[in-house]
Nanobody, 118 residues
Framework: QVQLVESGGGLVQAGGSLSVSCAVS????????MGWYRQAPGKQREWVAG???????NYADSVKGRFTISRDNANNTVYLEMNSLKPEDTAVYYC????????????WGQGTQVTVSS
């Protein structure tokens, strides 16, 4: 059983910074892609960033240059550092794990709230 547990969300003023992390446990395939998604009230969940086992990263245009995704494979943890936050970044942030055999994420965390005040 794979479990993902996010932590680190909170309230921050616009222009500020916040980091969230996701600890992964269980029977994890060594080759996988970790990702962060977010869902704002009344909106669909959207992809934010992803990182492969080898460290290659991709970002949504809306966060490129402001957010940084990283991972610690030894400790099965993925991070999302968020800088220059905007009120429109307010959402519940979810981490995901996509095993190499799957085209879509198979495992999700419970989410952590990030609120950016104007």
């Amino acid at each position: 059983q794979v479990q993902l547990v996010e932590s680190g969300g909170g309230l921050v003023q616009a222009g500020g910074s916040l980091s969230v992390s996701c600890a992964v446990s269980g029977n994890i395939f060594s080759i996988n892609t970790m990702g962060w998604y977010r869902q704002a009230p009344g909106k669909q969940r959207e992809w934010v960033a992803g990182i492969t086992s080898g460290g290659s990263t991709n970002y949504a245009d809306s966060v490129k240059g402001r957010f940084t995704i990283s991972r610690d494979n030894a400790n099965n943890t993925v991070y999302l550092e968020m800088n220059s936050l905007k009120p429109e970044d307010t959402a519940v942030y979810y981490c995901s794990l996509r095993p190499s055999y799957s085209a879509m994420p198979r495992y999700w965390g419970q989410g952590t709230q990030v609120t950016v005040s104007s």
